[in-house]
């Protein structure tokens, strides 16, 4: 669990994390390295679901081995599938974390939405949904990893 207590922004306690695979873990359906590092220290702290269209149909085989359930998403209504699943998690529990358009509502619906640049960018939408908007992977994993940069970012 991440339990904090950001002041003008409320308090958190996340059990689950909802992360999108590619844009955001990986880069052209390849896992990337900062998050292979990383997803095992957040797995022990957070229940992980990774969702994806499996675009580039790597997604089972590179999540394999690792502490998340991946989850197939068919090609349409992908926004609303992601926003569902944070929904039936519960939503005041749940950190998501995305770079897409398709990531924009379960951002916006988790109490904790993170963007992600990285080599793809990050939608203008998806942006605009996020509190925290981070460079790449490693960064927004390590801000569940050592919640008091939260504070520093989202406190008023």
């Given at each position: 669990m991440v339990d904090v207590t950001i002041p003008g922004?409320?308090?958190?306690?996340?059990?689950?994390?909802?992360?999108?695979?590619?844009g955001t873990l990986a880069r052209d359906g390849r896992m990337l390295d900062a998050a292979r590092l990383l997803l095992p220290s957040i797995g022990e702290i957070l229940d992980i679901r990774i969702v994806t269209g499996n675009t580039f149909g790597s997604a089972t085989e590179q999540l394999r081995g690792f502490?998340?359930?991946?989850?197939?998403?068919?090609?349409?209504?992908?926004?609303?599938?992601?926003?569902?699943?944070?929904?039936?998690?519960?939503?005041?529990?749940?950190?998501?974390i995305g770079n897409g358009r398709n990531d924009r509502l379960m951002l916006k619906a988790a109490a904790l939405g993170i963007g992600v640049i990285g080599d793809e960018g990050l939608a203008r939408e998806a942006a605009q949904a996020c509190d925290v908007i981070a460079r790449r992977i490693d960064d927004a994993l390590e801000l569940l990893l050592e919640p008091r940069r939260l504070v520093a970012t989202l406190r008023d």
């Open positions: 922004f409320g308090r958190l306690s996340l059990t689950d994390l909802v992360c999108d695979f590619n502490p998340c359930e991946v989850v197939l998403l068919h090609a349409k209504r992908q926004a609303r599938a992601k926003k569902s699943l944070v929904e039936r998690i519960g939503c005041e529990r749940v950190v998501a």
